[in-house]
């Protein structure tokens, strides 16, 4: 129904900003919440920040409020996710998720996923 495409990983310094983008393809992209999600190496995936339909609504995980910012613009099918204060604990590869909506721990219902775009951050 929906494919993502993220960009906007890359190598910075601790300290540094960083802006995700995910790009939806499909004509219905105003119906999924979307949501960030990421992967360190050794650990499981987790849950990063979720946005409503409409924007309306957002979602983080503790570690990333106050840091992290997701907004969204529909009509150009794309999900951001701005990121600051970035520290060496946040290297991992970034994934976008869309699904039938948002909540505080990740995206519910039917979820589509992106490749995923890595973040470096070097001490």
């Known amino acids: 129904q929906v494919q993502l495409l993220e960009s906007g990983g890359g190598l910075v310094q601790a300290g540094d900003s960083l802006r995700l983008s995910c790009a939806a393809s499909?004509?219905?992209?105003?119906?999924?919440?979307m949501g960030w999600f990421r992967q360190a190496p050794g650990k499981e995936r987790e849950f990063v920040a979720s946005?409503?339909?409409?924007?309306?609504?957002?979602y983080y995980t503790d570690y990333a409020k106050g840091r992290f910012t997701i907004s969204r613009d529909n009509a150009k099918s794309t999900v951001y996710l701005q990121m600051n204060s970035l520290t060496p604990e946040d290297t991992s590869v970034y994934f976008c998720?869309?699904?039938?909506?948002?909540?505080?721990?990740?995206?519910?219902?039917?979820?589509?996923w992106g490749k995923g775009t890595l973040v470096t951050v070097s001490s």
């Open positions: 946005i409503s339909r409409n924007g309306e609504l957002t």
């Open positions: 998720a869309a699904g039938t909506y948002a909540t505080s721990r990740g995206i519910a219902g039917m979820t589509y």
């Open positions: 499909g004509r219905t992209f105003s119906s999924y919440g």
